[in-house]
């Protein structure tokens, strides 16, 4: 079985990657899809929907592409149960995707927001930004 790292990608990120696939987001999703397990909890899948969902996007991209978008990433991403609740970040906001990042075990959180790279490391997971995490290796324990 192969060691994975377990992943946490921010929903600018996945947003970067839906409206300009070949942006510097949209290749760190590509490189978390490719060599990890994606995280995410049931309020970070729906924070997504919502964004997804605003007029704003019409001009981009369709309804129906992003919908797509929301399917194709609910049948790859691990669903993680929140267990233990996060109060760190200063964006209360943001304190869903630490949650994720913590109860899921996760090796490194993916973002642009400025609010969560402060915190890097996060209890000893990176926080990384988009360019920084495609230069990043993951660097697996032995299993026991």
Request: charged residues 25%; aromatic residues 6%.
């Amino acid at each position: 079985m192969q060691n994975r790292p377990r992943i946490v990608l921010d929903t600018n990120t996945l947003v970067s990657r839906l409206l300009i696939p070949n942006s510097i987001p949209g290749q760190a999703v590509r490189k978390a899809v490719e060599e990890g397990d994606i995280l995410m909890a049931e309020s970070t899948l729906f924070e997504l929907a919502d964004v997804l969902g605003r007029k704003k996007f019409d001009a981009y991209v369709s309804i129906q592409d992003r919908e797509e978008f929301l399917r194709m990433l609910g049948r790859i991403v691990e669903m993680i149960t929140i267990l233990h609740a996060v109060h760190d970040c200063r964006d209360t906001q943001d304190n869903q995707i630490l949650e994720v990042a913590v109860n899921g075990q996760a090796q490194v959180i993916v973002t642009g927001d400025k609010d969560l790279l402060v915190l890097n490391p996060f209890r000893d997971i990176p926080i990384l930004k988009p360019a920084d995490y495609l230069k990043w290796e993951y660097i697996s324990s032995p299993t026991p």
